[in-house]
């Protein structure tokens, strides 16, 4: 794709070519990494070549007749007019060229772990009536890797010599002469130009694709895309050639392949499977003949319909096929797509012209599943037993979403008017559109997010394309094949074009389809949503991993629990998605301050979301002294009715008794004294010693209650009525506790 975008075409840096001076001399390809190769036609003249319209054409090549060469955007063509039935090449191997491999008329140069670098595509011979046919491939003088087994991870064969000869042959009955084609090139683009093929994610960053077609030309060959190496390889041949086939991915990496246009031009019945190990068998043919129908996995079948009104099921585990129930509607085109693990849904392709229509297979039956207004449009399978159908058959803007249980819902419309786009999902369950047809073939990428309802412009491909194929892999969405114009004529593409790779966790991004992932948290590809008020996927320690944080929320604020501020939870670094620490116990949650003669500490925080009651601690008989008791005194209202400031030890004393005739004096009083008083002029006795001095005993609190009764029982002496007397003073020693006698 263009500058800025996160899609490129495979192999844009193509090998370094030289093209000898002279016939006999050849040309060389040098692959990136290294693996390098010379290819003479052997018995060539010393002819030199002339430059006619992009070709180098060597008028006098081989028996008195042409050659013609070319870079193309990955390699060398080489047209060879001859006469007889074969071509032979002298191959002289690089060093870094660890093995060969030739599988399905393909001749693959491997490097050291076993990945093919540089390629000889398979040959084909155009005869004197114009007349395509493919060529056969041979090697002498080198040993090759035969297997059918993907060379990925392999020890390669090694070629046991420095120079091979490479045979080209072809049916001794063809009309002469015939145009030869060889070509080489790079492995990042596929062999053969494809339309109309299939393909099936392997589930190892590994892409499958089969048969197709390069106009008239149905393949029979399939290949491999490696998502590691970026290359492609052989995957052998299967049975014969098939375009319109059923193509679908199998539990255990196996892939079906069923039905299409076979050679004879007419659809056909048979199927078989490939298996990444042994490549490809027969299976059981269908019961009826297919091409361009509906495929899809229900539970432990594959669930086959259209192109005739009937609809039959794959048993995986038999590899046999039965017919279900016929659907309501012969279709042909139509696209299935599994809405659950015994149930699919059936989009358009109707036979009658009415394309908008589907309907949905649940255990067998039937049932009608309403119209959508995007008819023939690309349909995609979403998470959630959902399915988006964009595009139309004509050019539209028109987007849908079919969901089980919720039916038809227009969404967002396409920001162009396409045709038949194609279609990838992406992580997160965001869409990839890609190219399609406008007034021209096109090369816009865009991408929906179903959930925000949103399309973004994903940037453009290299090269135009439409009816191209499409597989998702964990490195990106692999774009395939397809149609354009090539050389002012509308051919099939053997290019792919990769839209990724997903960017790994940690790294930076807007959006979850950007991440491998799927998820796009806190500015960073992360491992989840992370959307807890109290976890972070940017800590330093584990960037891209959802962490539990300690401190204040990051999503969001924690809610308030109680009373300001101990209720302000914040996050304690253990639990993610709730707030869970309170202020703790070094928290104040309430001032200190001393009132009626009582003063309260500072309230504290619990740490649970309360404020802890604060001690409380009686002053008498000193006063409040600001938010505390006083400790000493100065002056009499320093201290609480009935106590006195002593101006020698500046501490409260009672008040002694007002004078009577028993002569009482400041003199006979102890330093303190408990009073027992009654209204009706009882014997008042004071008691000395108040000083707690006890083991256990509770200085604070015993002589508050003490100097709270002196205090009152001063004020009711002072209310006594005149006649009272006080008699009987009596000293003793006790255990500060007033005790009255009745």
Excluded at 45 to 57: C, F, N
Excluded at 81 to 89: D, P, T
Excluded at 484 to 492: C, E, I, M, P, T
Excluded at 583 to 598: H, K, L, N, Y
Aim: charged fraction near 20%.
């Amino acid at each position: 794709m263009a500058a800025g975008s996160r899609s490129s075409r495979l192999g844009d840096r193509g090998p370094a070519i030289t093209i000898g001076a002279s016939a006999a001399d050849g040309f060389g390809l040098r692959e990136p990494t290294g693996v390098a190769v010379e290819v003479r036609l052997e018995s060539a003249t010393r002819a030199r070549p002339i430059a006619v319209d992009g070709w180098l054409v060597f008028a006098d090549a081989l028996d008195g007749r042409p050659a013609f060469v070319r870079e193309t955007g990955d390699g060398v063509e080489d047209f060879v007019v001859s006469s007889a039935s074969s071509l032979r090449y002298r191959v002289s191997l690089g060093d870094r060229v660890a093995g060969l491999r030739l599988a399905s008329e393909t001749l693959e140069l491997l490097d050291a772990e076993g990945v093919p670098r540089l390629r000889m595509n398979p040959p084909y011979v155009i005869d004197a009536q114009g007349r395509r046919h493919a060529a056969s491939l041979d090697l002498v003088g080198c040993a090759v890797d035969r297997s059918a087994a993907l060379p990925f991870g392999r020890p390669p064969v090694p070629p046991g010599a420095h120079d091979c000869r490479l045979v080209v042959q072809w049916e001794a009955a063809l009309a002469k002469p015939v145009l030869v084609d060889p070509s080489w090139s790079t492995t990042a683009s596929m062999s053969v130009r494809r339309s109309g093929h299939g393909a099936a994610a392997l589930g190892d960053d590994r892409v499958l694709v089969a048969g197709g077609n390069d106009g008239p030309l149905i393949h029979s060959s399939a290949e491999v895309f490696d998502g590691t190496s970026l290359t492609w390889a052989s995957a052998g041949s299967m049975s014969g050639p098939r375009t319109g086939a059923g193509t679908i991915k199998l539990a255990g990496g196996r892939v079906l392949v069923a039905g299409g246009f076979g050679a004879t031009g007419w659809p056909q019945r048979t199927a078989e499977v490939f298996e990444v190990a042994t490549g490809w068998r027969a299976v059981a043919s269908m019961n009826e003949s297919r091409r361009d129908f509906a495929i899809a996995n229900v539970g432990s079948r594959v669930l086959a319909v259209g192109h005739g009104h009937s609809a039959e099921l794959f048993d995986i585990a038999t590899e046999t096929w039965s017919f279900t129930a016929k659907p309501l509607r012969h279709r042909a085109f139509g696209q299935a797509h599994a809405v659950g693990p015994d149930t699919a849904l059936i989009y358009g392709g109707s036979t009658s012209g009415d394309t908008s229509t589907a309907e949905l297979w649940t255990a067998g039956t039937w049932t009608d599943a309403g119209s959508t207004t995007v008819p023939g449009g690309a349909s995609l399978t979403l998470p959630g037993n959902r399915v988006l159908v964009v595009g139309g058959q004509g050019l539209s803007t028109m987007v849908e979403m079919w969901s089980l249980g919720g039916g038809w819902k227009k969404m967002k419309a396409l920001p162009l008017a396409i045709r038949c786009p194609t279609l990838a999902l992406l992580p997160g369950g965001a869409v990839l559109e890609v190219g399609g047809q406008g007034p021209a073939y096109l090369s816009n990428a865009n991408v929906f997010d179903p959930v925000a309802e949103t399309w973004t412009a994903a940037g453009h491909l290299s090269q135009r394309r439409g009816s191209a194929v499409a597989a998702t892999t964990s490195k990106g969405a692999l774009i395939i094949g397809g149609e354009s114009w090539v050389d002012d004529a509308q051919r099939a593409l053997s290019t792919a074009e990769l839209f990724g790779p997903f960017a790994p966790l940690g790294a930076a991004c807007t959006a979850g389809w950007e991440c491998a992932s799927g998820t796009c948290a806190d500015g960073v590809c992360c491992d989840s949503a992370c959307d807890g008020p109290c976890e972070s996927c940017t800590l330093e320690a584990s960037r891209g991993t959802c962490r539990p944080i300690a401190g204040s929320a990051v999503h969001g604020a924690c809610k308030a629990i109680g009373a300001l501020p101990c209720g302000s939870a914040a996050c304690d670094g253990m639990d993610g998605k709730a707030c869970r620490k309170h202020p703790g116990t070094d928290t104040i949650c309430r001032a200190p301050e001393c009132r009626d003669g009582v003063a309260w500490a500072a309230g504290r925080c619990d740490g649970a979301g309360a404020c802890a009651s604060p001690a409380a601690t009686p002053c008498a008989p000193y006063r409040c002294a600001g938010d505390t008791c006083g400790t000493s005194c100065t002056e009499d209202r320093d201290c609480v009715e009935g106590w006195g400031c002593d101006p020698a030890t500046r501490r409260c004393r009672l008040s002694p008794p007002e004078p009577t005739d028993a002569g009482i004096s400041d003199a006979a009083l102890p330093d303190a004294a408990v009073v027992d008083a009654s209204d009706d002029g009882g014997t008042i006795r004071y008691e000395c010693g108040c000083r707690a001095t006890g083991v256990g005993a509770r200085p604070g609190v015993t002589w508050s209650l003490v100097a709270v009764t002196l205090a009152t029982m001063a004020r009711r002496r002072r209310r006594a009525p005149r006649g009272s007397r006080i008699a009987g003073l009596q000293a003793r020693k006790s255990s500060c506790s007033g005790r009255a006698d009745r």
